[in-house]
């Protein structure tokens, strides 16, 4: 089922285009209104409730002049940082319409999966894409998080290049193409721009230009363009869009300092180099089942320090040969560009920045940093769903639907685990249990409730998933210590210098237990090395002479 067949009814044919394209986008809606009744969660509270700069106009313009993570430097991402200002300003920091925007753009993005699926398969085809991507449960976390904004706004940046690219077929002869897109200059420009949105909105779109020329020499049915005209028009798009990424990057280079994304996730100081190379390759079956399965979100993916000490060669091999076939796949396409390999590039082009292997980035893997790449997995699956349809392989046609319902099952059961960042947290626990993050952040939870005693089998779980974690290490001490387990307190903090030389919080936590129970000799030592590895710690410097060092 790679090309459409002639319609003798063009009106009924375009009928049917317009209910591929915007019944989608009407589910993805009603599936995702559970969602309104979120608040802000986890990050949402740090980039968006916490943030004074983005809840006044006056302030706004200031906050698109610094990183994204505002705190501590990171990413620079000032589209979606001037939608949340603007939000917050009509909105006065209601929750709603930061919720009700993401669900809007979900729905945007789900017709343009179907439209770009009509440039070379009929309307069935079309509509089962949209309504497959819609309701996908890997999405649940972009749409359901309000920070997943970044990621709704840069694939539809993406998708509006891909269909920027390529022109619409006739849908009543395949023998002609018809054009409908803007002449050549306001095109280039219009790519530009794209570049730029999807570049300011999240780093995946540093991939625009390479995608926008994929798409262009792709043909289409009927497309009697000479391959010469094709690749011309596709690396003109592709410099334009060039254009507007360069762009934020000399913007980002001014703000940051550096090209650099956010800082890497912990998995990768602790594994280095090929090392950490392993562990990204051990990763990629995992995203590949993500999006290839629906299953239920379990928000948070981190690893144990066993899998990164030792990731599963299993899992690292078939890794490369996903990462080969990749290759093998955008090659092919490069040499004769069909509409299945250019569907696979889409995912390879927007898993790359994200996959680890090229940077290291601040997640492992995460449900929604598989947005766009998804994006390809809802053409082939609603392509394939189509042509079982027609060819009434009912089997088939039943075990999609199957499938599809069950993935619905799963995205309307976690919308609530979003609700605020106390329930984001026991839901990361119960749904990952072999994941730190979800012990961790439940114990801070429970030390902040008064619940001491929780929090420390909370963090003695945290401390055994990951035992090479200075900050785990310390807030594990820092509860033990005020539960009066002074020696587990010791012990811990002294893991965590020794893991962690120049951090300043353990070590000076640390001295301090130490002369209160009168080990000053200890604590001269660890003051000596603090000072040596950091000269500017005048606390240290003061307190070795105050105990004759």
Partial sequence: ??????????????????????????????????ALRNGFALDDVVIIANDAALHHLSTLAGALARPY????GHLYRPLTTLAFGLEWAISQGRPLLFHAMNIGWHAGVSAMVAR??????????????????AIHPVHAEAVANVVGRSELVCAAALL??????????????DRAVADDRPPSRTRYWIAGALGACAMASKETGVVAPALVW?????????????????????????????????????????????LAGDAPHYAFDLAHGWHGTLVALATVPRALSLVLVPQPPRLDYSPPDSSVLHPDPILVVLGVLAV????????????????????CCIAACSYAPVSNLVVRSGVVVADRTLYAPSIAVAIAAGVGVAGAWAARRWVMVGASAALAAIGLVFMENSLGAWRDSPTAFAAIRDRSPTSYVGHYTSAEVRDLAGDPRGAQREYAIAVGLTPHNPAVLYMAAANAFRMGDTSRAIAWLTQAVVLRPTGARARTAL???????????????????????????????????????
């Fill in 1 to 34: 089922m790679t090309d459409r067949a002639p319609s003798p009814d063009p009106a009924a044919d375009d009928r049917r285009a317009n209910w591929a394209v915007w019944l989608p986008a009407i589910v993805a809606i009603v599936v995702y209104l559970p």
């Fill in 69 to 72: 993570w505002y705190d501590e």
């Fill in 116 to 133: 770009l699926t009509l440039r070379w398969w009929p309307p069935p085809a079309a509509l089962a894409a949209g309504l497959w991507f």
């Fill in 160 to 173: 509006g290049l891909a269909l920027l690219a390529v022109p619409r077929t006739r849908g009543s002869d």
């Fill in 214 to 258: 994929v798409a262009a020499i792709t043909p289409v049915p009927g497309d009697r363009r000479a391959t010469a005209v094709r690749w011309h028009g596709a690396s003109r798009l592709a410099v334009a869009a060039a254009g507007g990424v360069a762009c934020l990057l000399a913007a980002r280079w001014l703000i940051l300092g550096t």
């Fill in 324 to 343: 080969l076939a990749s290759i093998a796949v955008a090659w092919r396409h490069v040499r004769r560009p069909v509409p299945w390999s250019f569907v």
């Fill in 511 to 549: 001295i301090g237990l130490d002369l209160r129970r009168g080990d000053t000799v200890t604590a001269r030592t660890l003051l000596r090395d603090g000072v040596t590895l950091d000269s500017t710690q005048r606390e240290w410097q003061a307190e070795l002479k105050r105990i004759g060092g």
